[in-house]
């Protein structure tokens, strides 16, 4: 299982946790393409600030959502991932940095666990 | 054809880009409340979420229908849009008829038919210019589901 903590960047939303477990992260401003693209407990990268971010993640049951680049979130995209638990941040970094720092924590090959929950450590 | 086990309304308003996504996650919501493969469900959301947000940006919205059967999960984007007059087209990856300004908040990728073709068993779509769209998507149970 990868555990990361998220110290590079600043809840959004008041369901976050400290540490988030994930497999992998996917960069992307193409919300279909996203939907084709990206893996469930993934970590997603994005600039959008809209609420449409949440559905996207609800769907592909990502593990947390990062808006990098010092976007400002829609109050009501924070609404809707408190209402749908999908760990939410922000960071002032760009997304390269936050794919760096990603990438350190990723060590592959093991089971994927509840999207965005370390549930047994 | 037998009546289905359950039949669900969803109405979508022309871009109404806050409320956009919820009749996909309410269905998302109701299949796994049915207790449906998470696999099925996925691909049934996927389906549900194109084709809601295609009626928000180009069908001046419409009418979402689910409905669950013995064989398969079948879902219906009814539109009150201009039709698609070039439906090869429309199948294509990447080609889109969207706004400048709908694509810089990410949609309007010309993926939206695509992905929905990837994650049902049957896709039919009725088009006429003027007369909107009607788009049928199934998603199989059982032994014969992709």
């Known amino acids: ?121 | 054809m037998s009546a289905p086990l359950c039949k669900k309304e969803f109405y979508i308003q022309k871009f109404d880009f806050e409320h956009a996504g919820k009749a996909a996650s309410d269905a998302r919501k109701l299949l796994m409340d049915y207790g449906f493969d998470q696999q099925i469900v996925r691909r049934v959301a996927i389906a549900a979420y194109e084709a809601e947000m295609n009626m928000v940006i180009h069908g001046y919205g419409g009418t979402l229908i689910l409905e669950i059967n013995f064989e398969y999960i079948q879902l219906v984007a009814e539109d009150n849009g201009p039709g698609i007059s070039d439906l090869k087209l429309a199948m294509q990856e990447g080609f889109s008829t969207a706004s400048d300004e709908i694509r810089e908040i990410g949609f309007g990728a010309g993926m939206g038919l695509p992905n929905i073709k990837r994650c049902v068993n049957f896709l039919g779509i009725e088009t006429k210019p003027g007369r909107g769209t009607v788009v049928t998507m199934r998603v199989n149970l059982g032994p014969d589901a992709l």
């Open chain 1, 1 to 121: 299982m990868n555990k990361i903590d998220m110290s590079l960047t600043e809840p959004a939303s008041a369901n976050t946790v400290g540490e988030v477990c994930f497999h992998g992260c996917i960069v992307c401003d193409v919300l279909s393409f996203t939907i084709a693209h990206a893996e469930k407990g993934q970590i997603w990268i994005t600039h959008h600030t809209h609420p449409n971010i949440i559905a996207v993640a609800v769907l592909k049951e990502l593990a947390a959502v990062i808006v990098a680049g010092g976007g400002k979130p829609d109050p009501e995209t924070v609404r809707r991932a408190e209402e749908e638990k999908i760990p939410f941040y922000v960071s002032s970094r760009q997304a390269y940095d936050l794919v760096k720092w990603i990438a350190s924590h990723d060590t592959h090959g093991e089971e994927i666990p509840r999207a965005g929950v370390c549930d047994n450590e």
